[in-house]
């Protein structure tokens, strides 16, 4: 590997890969992503690579496993140069078609487009997709276009380039300024300014200073930090490489969690690749500076994602987070000043110094600049990351990028900010997304979890799912939250179970502002927060369940019973055949019906009941009708049948 | 797993006792649970006490101070996947297996952990043996997958 000794060698290398390159020359990208992965994207690669090989073609078309473009669901994705057609849910299966139809004979094989489910519209191009036409993509905008284990790909699309801009005519200093001018706030939780916390470690006087890259990701529900890490390393590892010579750290640190292999392998490369090249190491760019960065794994604690608490454990103890009456920025990491930034705030740094703040701030609300990635999961039509710039409402994020939500349901909520956050109503959903409205309408940006929930979730027990995460998550340190968030999880599990009982809300609130005032760290202080937004929003749900014994979602399982119509059901016996627990006796011309003793409400039955017969219901709060007997039972069949 | 191996774990590491917890990690990726010798291995060559080592090695999730099965099973029990019904697909898997969150079967087949997001929300419902990613998942197919393994 060539060692680049100042930024005009790296820009010579760049042209150099550039005209070994042809522009025209076919490329097949597959995405190599973990949720790709899942879905079977090794097996279509190796499928391709053995059929360019068959088909002679070795020479001419080109092969690549890149990083997650966001559209995970409909994975495999593969996007096909340079026409940049755009096949989603690709099988080994479809390969030989698309070498012959698409690569050979430039034709687009129709049945593997996206479909718009609005329109009927077939998409032919990425950019085509409603999902993608909506979105201001600056982060993972190269995600398809690079194979994330090539630092050639990065250097080719312009990488590092920006570290030779900082590196080879600004000072620190300057540096610095640009990051905090163009106000870029953390993207891994509460929105602090990057810059006045780089600002902080490098005025602290201790002339060992840290920088640290958050990808503990503990939030469930969100990948972007994953997709970026393992689709684009080297652009996080740059932004760490400026972040590190603004505040005159000389080793960083990335500390990734354990249930992210892939991320931990592709950072790992790039980490050894941007080695070789010296753009890591000693007197980068011959500009005097030094610079190392290790890799940490976690090892599955949600609270190792708080600033102290990972430090502890980079250090090698248990994670348990302190009290910071000092900043982490001053003393930190072995009691030295410590930058800790989230993955998609060090990814953004790059961008900045590439673009200038002053393109960065023309992007976003007042208080909110540049883009923000979500991870857009739940009851929505197109699952997935999306980056949208800061101001964009909720409206357009739920509907115009996530097509709305499937199955004809209603909306009902989209809890934003993890545990840590709350759930937003559809009278709110007109709200512009910034992390100062988020937190005015209870919520709040946390690392940009969007989980849609349609009109058959219910808030109480969503409360109560956050509540019994963090109760397992808490260290356990202090009462308020160890002691505190268990009782809150005992009366939210009650409530669900339909034992409720009157003035079990007000305990509730009670406990939970215990919690927020006396809580050690911000784990317990958030945590009364997803049961403080339901409350507000859905007050009339944990009435229902409290004094009617009734769940009007459909949803907790105690509260409800699966019956069937007998005025519905043509006795295919679908269900019968289907149930787990053998509760549902049918025969031939006989209604089915459901052993409320031995059914154990897993919804199968509901599931498997063909929609031309809905013979299955659902009920709650109302008594179980008894089972129809005899006679009665009997299906008459009209016509030819009887 | 001999002294000789976990030596060599620790030699990877530098010896390092701020390396405690990778050191877990690699010792834990290859036996798949970390034996009480192992613990006392370590706890003798960093020059960290017992009681620090025992702390990290209960305090994160990922490590097992007891026996695990063969087949590791992982149900993501995210919010992504909560919503979409992840819980019918743990009441399946510990029919079929017999054993709760945390629990080993007699037989040391399965292992069953609930984990809280594997970053392929998308594809939720999520569950992952042994590594293998297996989205969408309902618990008639729960069922067919957990038959295919030995
Ligand atoms: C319990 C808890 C868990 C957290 N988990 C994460 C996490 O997984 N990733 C992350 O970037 N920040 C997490 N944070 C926020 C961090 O403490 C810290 O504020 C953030 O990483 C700083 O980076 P930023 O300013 O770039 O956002 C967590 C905070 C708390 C209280
Ligand atoms: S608030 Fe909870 S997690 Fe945070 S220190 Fe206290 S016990 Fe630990
Ligand atoms: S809910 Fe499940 S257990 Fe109950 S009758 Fe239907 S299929 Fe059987
Ligand atoms: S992993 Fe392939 S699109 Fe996300
Ligand atoms: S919530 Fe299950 S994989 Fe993310």
Same mark, same amino acid.
């Given at each position: 590997?060539?060692?680049?000794?100042?930024?005009?060698?790296?820009?010579?290398?760049?042209?150099?890969?550039?005209?070994?390159?042809?522009?025209?020359?076919?490329?097949?990208?597959?995405?190599?992503?973990?949720? @790709?992965?899942?879905?079977?994207?090794?097996?279509?690669?190796?499928?391709?690579?053995?059929?360019? #090989?068959?088909?002679?073609?070795?020479?001419?078309?080109?092969?690549?496993?890149?990083? @997650?473009?966001?559209?995970?669901?409909?994975?495999?994705?593969?996007?096909?140069?340079?026409?940049?057609?755009?096949?989603?849910?690709?099988?080994?299966?479809?390969?030989?078609?698309?070498?012959?139809?698409?690569?050979?004979?430039?034709?687009?094989?129709?049945?593997?487009?996206?479909?718009?489910?609005?329109?009927?519209?077939?998409?032919?191009?990425?950019?085509?997709?409603?999902?993608?036409?909506?979105?201001?993509?600056?982060?993972?905008?190269?995600?398809?276009?690079?194979?994330?284990?090539?630092?050639?790909?990065?250097?080719?699309?312009? !990488?590092?380039?920006?570290?030779?801009?900082?590196?080879?005519?600004?000072?620190?200093? #300057?540096?610095?300024?640009?990051?905090?001018?163009?106000?870029?706030?953390?993207?891994?939780?509460?929105?602090?300014?990057?810059?006045?916390?780089?600002?902080?470690?490098?005025?602290?006087?201790?002339?060992?200073?840290?920088?640290?890259? %958050?990808?503990?990701? !503990?939030?469930?529900?969100?990948?972007?930090?994953?997709?970026?890490?393992?689709?684009?390393?080297?652009?996080?590892?740059? +932004?760490?490489?400026?972040? +590190?010579? /603004?505040?005159?750290?000389?080793?960083?640190?990335?500390?990734?969690?354990?249930?992210?292999?892939?991320?931990?392998?592709?950072?790992?490369?790039?980490?050894?690749?941007?080695?070789? &090249?010296?753009?890591?190491?000693?007197?980068?760019?011959?500009?005097?500076?030094?610079?190392?960065?290790?890799?940490?794994?976690?090892?599955?604690?949600?609270?190792?994602? #708080?600033?102290?608490?990972?430090?502890?454990?980079?250090?090698?103890?248990?994670?348990?987070?302190?009290?910071?009456?000092?900043?982490? %920025?001053?003393?930190?990491?072995?009691?030295?000043?410590?930058?800790?930034?989230?993955?998609?705030?060090?990814?953004?740094?790059?961008?900045?110094?590439?673009?200038?703040?002053?393109?960065?701030?023309?992007?976003?609300?007042?208080?909110?600049?540049?883009?923000?990635?979500?991870?857009?999961?739940?009851?929505?039509?197109?699952?997935?990351?999306?980056?949208?710039?800061?101001?964009?409402?909720?409206?357009?994020?739920?509907?115009?990028?996530?097509?709305?939500?499937?199955?004809?349901?209603?909306?009902?909520?989209?809890?934003? +900010?993890?545990?840590?956050? !709350?759930?937003?109503?559809?009278?709110?959903?007109?709200?512009?997304?910034?992390?100062?409205?988020?937190? =005015?309408?209870?919520?709040?940006?946390?690392?940009?979890?969007?989980?849609?929930?349609?009109?058959?979730?219910?808030?109480?027990?969503?409360?109560?799912?956050?509540?019994?995460?963090?109760?397992?998550?808490?260290?356990?340190?202090?009462?308020? &939250?160890?002691? +505190?968030?268990?009782?809150?999880?005992?009366?939210?599990?009650?409530?669900?179970?339909?034992?409720?009982?009157?003035?079990?809300?007000?305990?509730?609130?009670?406990?939970?502002?215990? /919690?927020?005032?006396?809580?050690?760290?911000?784990?317990?202080?958030?945590?009364?927060?997803?049961?403080?937004?339901?409350?507000?929003?859905?007050?009339?749900?944990?009435?229902?369940?409290?004094?009617?014994?009734?769940?009007?979602?459909?949803?907790?399982?105690?509260?409800? =019973?699966?019956?069937?119509?007998?005025?519905?059901?043509?006795?295919?016996?679908?269900?019968?055949?289907?149930?787990?627990?053998?509760?549902?006796?049918?025969?031939?011309?006989?209604?089915?019906?459901?052993?409320?003793?031995?059914?154990?409400? @897993?919804?199968?039955?509901?599931?498997? &009941?063909?929609?031309?017969?809905?013979?299955?219901?659902?009920?709650?709060? #109302?008594?179980?009708?008894?089972?129809?007997?005899?006679?009665?039972?009997?299906?008459?069949?009209?016509?030819?049948?009887? | 797993?001999?002294?000789?191996?976990?030596?060599?774990?620790?030699?990877?590491?530098?010896?390092?006792?701020?390396?405690?917890?990778?050191?877990?990690?690699?010792?834990? $990726?290859?036996?798949?649970?970390?034996?009480?010798?192992?613990?006392?291995?370590?706890?003798?060559?960093?020059?960290?006490?017992?009681?620090?080592?025992?702390?990290?090695?209960?305090?994160?999730?990922?490590?097992?101070?007891?026996?695990?099965?063969?087949?590791?099973?992982?149900?993501?029990?995210?919010?992504?996947?909560?919503?979409?019904?992840?819980?019918?697909?743990?009441?399946?898997?510990?029919?079929?297996?017999?054993?709760?969150?945390?629990?080993?079967?007699?037989?040391?087949?399965?292992?069953? $952990?609930?984990?809280?997001?594997?970053?392929?929300?998308?594809?939720?419902?999520?569950? $992952?043996?042994?590594?293998?990613?297996?989205?969408?998942?309902?618990?008639?197919?729960?069922?067919?997958?957990?038959?295919?393994?030995?």
């Amino acid at each position: 590997m060539t060692r680049l000794n100042s930024p005009e060698e790296l820009e010579g290398f760049r042209q150099e890969i550039l005209s070994r390159r042809d522009p025209d020359k076919p490329c097949i990208s597959i995405c190599a992503g973990s949720g @790709c992965v899942a879905s079977g994207a090794l097996e279509v690669i190796a499928a391709f690579k053995a059929e360019i #090989e068959k088909q002679g073609l070795a020479a001419t078309v080109d092969t690549k496993g890149t990083g @997650c473009p966001g559209f995970c669901e409909r994975g495999p994705v593969v996007v096909i140069y340079p026409e940049e057609i755009c096949y989603l849910q690709v099988m080994p299966e479809d390969v030989p078609e698309i070498i012959s139809q698409t690569v050979k004979e430039k034709k687009v094989v129709d049945r593997l487009l996206y479909v718009d489910p609005a329109t009927g519209e077939k998409a032919v191009h990425e950019y085509d997709i409603s999902f993608y036409r909506n979105q201001e993509r600056n982060v993972i905008c190269n995600n398809i276009k690079i194979d994330s284990k090539n630092i050639d790909d990065y250097l080719a699309n312009g !990488g590092y380039s920006a570290l030779g801009e900082a590196l080879g005519s600004m000072t620190p200093v #300057e540096v610095l300024e640009e990051v905090k001018k163009a106000n870029l706030r953390g993207r891994g939780g509460a929105g602090f300014p990057a810059g006045v916390k780089w600002e902080g470690s490098r005025n602290a006087p201790d002339p060992v200073k840290y920088v640290i890259v %958050n990808a503990d990701e !503990g939030d469930p529900g969100a990948f972007m930090d994953r997709a970026v890490l393992e689709g684009n390393p080297h652009s996080v590892l740059e +932004g760490l490489i400026i972040g +590190g010579y /603004a505040i005159g750290a000389q080793e960083g640190y990335i500390y990734v969690r354990h249930e992210y292999p892939l991320a931990v392998e592709n950072i790992t490369l790039a980490i050894q690749q941007a080695e070789a &090249c010296g753009l890591l190491g000693e007197n980068i760019f011959g500009s005097g500076y030094n610079f190392r960065v290790f890799v940490n794994q976690g090892a599955g604690a949600f609270v190792c994602g #708080e600033s102290t608490a990972l430090m502890t454990s980079i250090e090698g103890r248990a994670g348990e987070p302190r009290p910071k009456y000092v900043r982490s %920025n001053v003393v930190g990491l072995w009691g030295h000043p410590t930058v800790l930034n989230n993955v998609e705030t060090w990814a953004n740094v790059p961008l900045i110094i590439n673009k200038g703040a002053d393109w960065f701030t023309s992007i976003g609300t007042e208080s909110s600049k540049g883009t923000k990635i979500f991870s857009l999961v739940g009851k929505i039509a197109n699952t997935g990351l999306v980056e949208v710039p800061m101001g964009i409402s909720l409206r357009d994020i739920v509907f115009k990028i996530g097509g709305g939500i499937p199955g004809g349901k209603k909306f009902k909520a989209v809890q934003t +900010g993890g545990p840590s956050g !709350g759930c937003i109503p559809e009278s709110l959903l007109d709200l512009p997304v910034g992390f100062d409205e988020l937190t =005015a309408a209870g919520s709040m940006m946390g690392s940009g979890g969007m989980i849609v929930m349609d009109e058959d979730t219910c808030m109480v027990d969503t409360a109560r799912y956050f509540v019994k995460f963090l109760t397992d998550e808490s260290c356990g340190k202090c009462v308020p &939250c160890r002691e +505190g968030l268990r009782q809150m999880d005992n009366i939210l599990t009650r409530i669900t179970e339909g034992k409720g009982g009157e003035g079990d809300i007000e305990l509730l609130e009670a406990l939970a502002e215990t /919690a927020q005032e006396a809580s050690l760290c911000a784990l317990g202080k958030s945590a009364p927060n997803p049961f403080l937004s339901t409350l507000q929003y859905f007050r009339d749900e944990y009435e229902a369940h409290i004094k009617e014994k009734r769940c009007p979602a459909l949803s907790c399982k105690e509260l409800i =019973a699966y019956v069937i119509d007998p005025e519905q059901c043509r006795a295919c016996q679908l269900c019968v055949k289907k149930c787990p627990a053998g509760a549902i006796d049918g025969g031939k011309d006989l209604v089915s019906i459901i052993d409320q003793e031995k059914c154990t409400k @897993c919804g199968t039955c509901f599931e498997v &009941c063909p929609p031309r017969f809905n013979a299955v219901r659902k009920i709650s709060g #109302e008594p179980v009708p008894p089972p129809v007997s005899g006679e009665a039972r009997k299906i008459v069949r009209g016509g030819k049948e009887s | 797993m001999d002294n000789e191996r976990i030596d060599q774990i620790i030699e990877k590491h530098h010896g390092a006792s701020s390396a405690l917890i990778q050191i877990l990690l690699d010792i834990q $990726e290859e036996n798949h649970w970390l034996p009480k010798e192992a613990l006392d291995r370590v706890s003798e060559k960093l020059q960290v006490p017992l009681t620090t080592v025992r702390h990290a090695a209960t305090f994160y999730k990922v490590f097992s101070t007891v026996p695990k099965g063969r087949h590791q099973v992982h149900v993501c029990l995210g919010t992504a996947c909560h919503v979409r019904g992840a819980n019918r697909v743990l009441d399946t898997v510990e029919e079929m297996t017999g054993i709760k969150p945390g629990e080993t079967d007699l037989d040391l087949k399965f292992s069953l $952990e609930t984990v809280n997001c594997l970053g392929c929300c998308a594809l939720g419902p999520v569950m $992952e043996i042994d590594g293998k990613v297996y989205g969408k998942a309902t618990p008639s197919k729960t069922i067919d997958v957990l038959k295919k393994y030995e």
